[in-house]
């Protein structure tokens, strides 16, 4: 089976532009969360996705938003691009969390600069 | 809120030694325990699980310990080699919610 991808893998843009990043889940799974990571605070939770609707949500501002199409791909979207929103942004995917399968299988991450 | 810490932040090993890293999470609904190996320019990797009705898991030179009562958990990696050398993530979650993450373990091994 093909692996998490994420589309694009480099983004360079300027503060104040949005952004979108795409993530396409392992064949079969159903839930799609997102993550930032910095190195100064590490893997932080965005959101989580399952059959089209937000199921989770992590402390990060309504600038950051997603969303979820019927054939599991994940998209999320980051608007009024700020400096501090630089960080290599990963989706990750699990089969489906009511049949105990949590293990979360990670994309290799879109490396978003803003300058 | 829900809190996970990580220790040692670095770690140096000798080729053949063991490497034992710590986590402690904060909230006792967690069932879920995955560790994950970054590699430098790399998608963090599952390298082994454990869930809250076991005390323990092996797979090879890898184990996990829990402990639910003092809420933490290890990682033991036995016979380290060169290409153990990453940064291991520990994380906490209940079920599939949110994946709480530890601040990293950067592991060296030297030959």
């Known amino acids: 089976k093909a692996g998490v991808t994420q589309t694009p893998r480099y983004l360079i843009k300027t503060r104040g532009q949005q952004v979108t990043l795409s993530c396409s889940p392992i064949?079969?799974?159903?839930?799609v969360s997102w993550y930032q990571q910095t190195p100064g605070q590490g893997l932080q939770f965005l959101f989580e996705y399952f059959s089209e609707t937000q199921r989770n949500k992590g402390n990060f501002p309504g600038r950051f938003s997603g969303r979820q199409f019927s054939n599991s791909r994940s998209e999320m979207n980051v608007s009024t691009l700020e400096l501090g929103d630089s960080a290599l942004y990963l989706c990750?995917?699990?089969?489906?969390?009511?049949?105990?399968?949590?293990?979360?299988?990670f994309g290799p991450g879109t490396r978003l600069t803003v300058t | 809120g829900e809190n996970v810490e990580q220790h040692p932040s670095t770690l140096s090993v000798q080729e053949g030694d063991s490497a034992v890293i710590k986590c402690t999470y904060s909230d006792s609904a967690s069932n879920y325990f995955p560790w994950y190996k970054q590699e430098l320019g790399k998608r963090p990797q599952l390298i082994i699980d454990?869930?809250?009705?076991?005390g323990e898991k092996k797979d090879q030179r890898i184990a996990v310990t829990l402990n639910k009562t003092a809420k933490h958990f290890s990682l033991h990696i036995t016979e380290t080699q060169p290409e153990d050398s990453a940064v291991y993530f520990c994380?906490?979650?209940?079920?599939?919610?949110?994946?709480?993450f530890g601040t990293g373990t950067r592991l060296q091994v030297f030959p």
């Open positions: 064949s079969g799974h159903r839930s």
């Open positions: 454990i869930r809250s009705n076991v």
């Open positions: 990750a995917s699990s089969l489906d969390g009511g049949l105990g399968a949590y293990e979360q299988y």
């Open positions: 994380a906490a979650s209940y079920n599939t919610d949110k994946l709480i």
